[in-house]
Antibody, heavy 121, light 107 residues
């Protein structure tokens, strides 16, 4: 079964750090680009970051540049999001998602269940 | 940044009725437009990629059309499980962007 399982969310104070992890299984990890998408409470979907199949291309939304770092470990079929200098507005459910399609750069065709990040003092 | 505007914000319909959702891009995304469904408390689910290609396992009552800046998602006959929020997303340019969503609710 194709599956993504996030972990690492929690409550953190403003200015703090967290590392989110995403364990992938059931598919060839290196055949797909991967990404993180977040959803603030009661709001819509917001793309955060993406990484190419072998990690040589990385793209981030403007609001997280310099604060968040996406990475992957293909030997472990794992995706990560290192989050520093967290702000209250980063509070959201963070989803790990696989990019599909023939090239592995298509729409997000597999999603994890999400992990909750709460930034509050 | 490419902005996506979805309309209407809310669609109130009865089971069996036809639903038509719109997504308009601020500039051409060619056919690089994706549709997702999100039910309450669940992760999004891919419905349509490349503007009109149904994802694996998606029922034939879901169809997508359009190219350039104007797109639509049609649900030919609403089933009870189709009442949810629908998002469009462009993958033509970075940053990837999502529309604000259309809620399809039971009338």
């Amino acid at each position: 079964e194709v599956q993504l399982l996030e972990s690492g969310g929690g409550l953190v104070q403003p200015g703090g750090s967290l590392r989110l992890s995403c364990a992938a299984s059931g598919f060839t990890f290196t055949s797909h680009a991967m990404g993180w998408v977040r959803q603030a409470p009661g709001k819509g979907l917001d793309w955060v970051s993406a990484i190419s199949h072998f990690g040589d291309e990385i793209y981030d939304t403007e609001s997280v540049k310099g604060r968040f770092t996406i990475s992957r470990d293909n030997s472990k079929s794992a995706l990560y999001l290192h989050m520093n200098s967290l702000r209250v507005e980063d509070t959201a459910v963070y989803y790990c998602a696989r990019r599909g399609g023939d090239t592995g750069w298509g729409g997000f065709d597999v999603w994890g269940q999400g992990t909750v990040v709460t930034v509050s003092s | 940044e490419i902005a996506l505007t979805q309309s209407p914000a809310t669609l109130s319909l009865s089971p069996g009725q036809r639903a038509t959702l719109s997504c308009r891009a601020s500039q051409s995304v060619r056919s690089d437009l994706v549709w997702y469904q999100q039910r309450p408390g669940q992760a999004p689910r891919l419905l349509i990629d490349n503007a009109s290609k149904r994802a694996t396992g998606i029922p034939a009552r879901f169809s997508g059309s359009g190219s350039g800046t104007d797109f639509s998602l049609t649900i030919s006959s609403l089933e009870p499980e189709d009442f949810a929020v629908y998002y469009c997303q462009q993958r033509r340019e970075w940053p990837l962007t999502f529309g604000g969503g259309t809620t399809v609710e039971i009338k």
